[in-house]
């Protein structure tokens, strides 16, 4: 008797597919979800409590490009089969000096993390990912240093 040959391909490429990146791609997956969700929530509570109308646009910047990027790496995710972390609560409002000297350190590390993931990643369309995402950190980085300046 014949068996179906596509329910035991099936089978076998689920299989494949929960453990088809290696664990530094899950953990850049993840680390760059919770990054890029906090970059949102945060530019949220930016757009609204911002008194410099630099900092409320550079804010509505970051929730349109990281809601972007979040949903390109989601699909990632999914198609990977990598747990999407938990959305966290953007924290208190301080001032516009003190977002704008966390959104300069944030993507400090983040461009850092987005370079070694694009550089040295495994997983091809996650190291495109990262690679196409370095750019717009590079650029949100140096828009948050030259708006850091101005603000005392």
Partial sequence: M????KSKSDSNSNKAKASALSSADKAFVKDAAKGGM??????????KNAS????KNFGARMVKDHSKANEE?????KEENVEWPAEKE????KSDKGYM????KDHEKDLAE????????????V??????????????????????????
């Fill in 2 to 5: 014949a068996q179906n040959p």
């Fill in 52 to 55: 410099d109308s630099e900092v």
């Fill in 38 to 47: 906090m970059e949102v929530a945060m530019g949220h509570v930016a757009e």
């Fill in 101 to 104: 000297d966390a959104m300069v």
């Fill in 114 to 125: 987005f370079e070694k993931e694009a550089k040295d990643g495994s997983d091809p369309k």
């Fill in 73 to 77: 790496l989601k699909a990632i995710a």
């Fill in 127 to 152: 190291k495109s990912f990262a690679d196409k995402t370095a750019k717009t950190v590079r650029e949100h980085l140096e828009m948050a240093k030259e708006i850091d300046a101005k603000l005392k």
């Fill in 90 to 93: 953007a924290g208190k409002w």
